[in-house]
T-cell receptor
Framework: EADIYQTPRYLVIGTGKKITLECSQT?????MYWYQQDPGMELHLIHY???????EKGDLSSESTVSRIRTEHFPLTLESARPSHTSQYLC????????????FGPGTRLTVL | AQSVAQPEDQVNVAEGNPLTVKCTYS??????LFWYVQYPNRGLQFLLK??????LVKGSYGFEAEFNKSQTSFHLKKPSALVSDSALYFC???????????FGKGTRLSVIA
């Protein structure tokens, strides 16, 4: 079944740690996105990619980096986590030749102590 | 620049009554408009979209939305609300589908039995 996966679902870590949030999709979509969702609900675009070896920063880069080596995989890395990074992170993908809507993963809830 | 406004943080409606969640947008050219729903601890689920054609679009779970170009609005509606409709609702816009989605701040819908 075509889907989009995120791991881990929940993560609690200490300040200064390096972490990678995983996102994979089995739909063959070229476009993928990372959003940060704060407790006030608002979504902020962090990074996006329009294909392999293509990455762009969004409105809120949040001191993170991404890579897109394979179509299906779009990991997000925080080099040094801070309490201000505590948030929900949502990954999404879309097919520009299809209906343009984005499909979202279940999210990773990150807490930095 | 693209933007979306959801003027109501919270909408309360009695079960069985019609519901409306408001959305207005600002984008030059042809907007692609979307509605998403988010349940607790989940990612966003696609509800419906307007790309072109009939101004009234129907989506999942009995929801519909009307594209009004003169008022730059895309309000979400349902004739008879269910308690299970209680969730967060996000409106989003893209310019011709070629740019990442810009999301509104979200509206929390509460349907009271």
């Amino acid at each position: 079944e075509a889907d989009i996966y995120q791991t881990p679902r929940y993560l609690v870590i200490g300040t200064g740690k390096k972490i990678t949030l995983e996102c994979s999709q089995t739909m063959g979509h070229d476009k993928m996105y990372w959003y940060q969702q704060d407790p006030g609900m608002e979504l902020h675009l962090i990074h996006y990619s329009y294909g392999v070896n293509s990455t762009e920063k969004g409105d809120l880069s949040s001191e993170s980096t991404v890579s897109r080596i394979r179509t299906e995989h779009f990991p997000l890395t925080l080099e040094s986590a801070r309490p201000s990074h505590t948030s929900q992170y949502l990954c999404a993908s879309s097919d520009p030749t299809g209906g343009f809507e984005q499909f979202f993963g279940p999210g990773t809830r990150l807490t930095v102590l | 620049a693209q933007s979306v406004a959801q003027p109501e943080d919270q909408v309360n409606v009695a079960e069985g009554n019609p519901l409306t969640v408001k959305c207005t947008y600002s984008v030059s050219g042809n907007p692609y408009l979307f509605w998403y729903v988010q349940y607790p601890n989940r990612g966003l689920q696609f509800l419906l979209k307007y790309i072109t054609g009939d101004n009234l679009v129907k989506g999942s779970y009995g929801f519909e939305a009307e594209f009004n170009k003169s008022q730059t609005s895309f309000h979400l509606k349902k004739p008879s609300a269910l308690v299970s409709d209680s969730a967060l609702y996000f409106c989003a816009v893209s310019w011709r589908g070629n740019t990442p989605l810009v999301f509104g701040k979200g509206t929390r819908l509460s349907v009271i039995a």
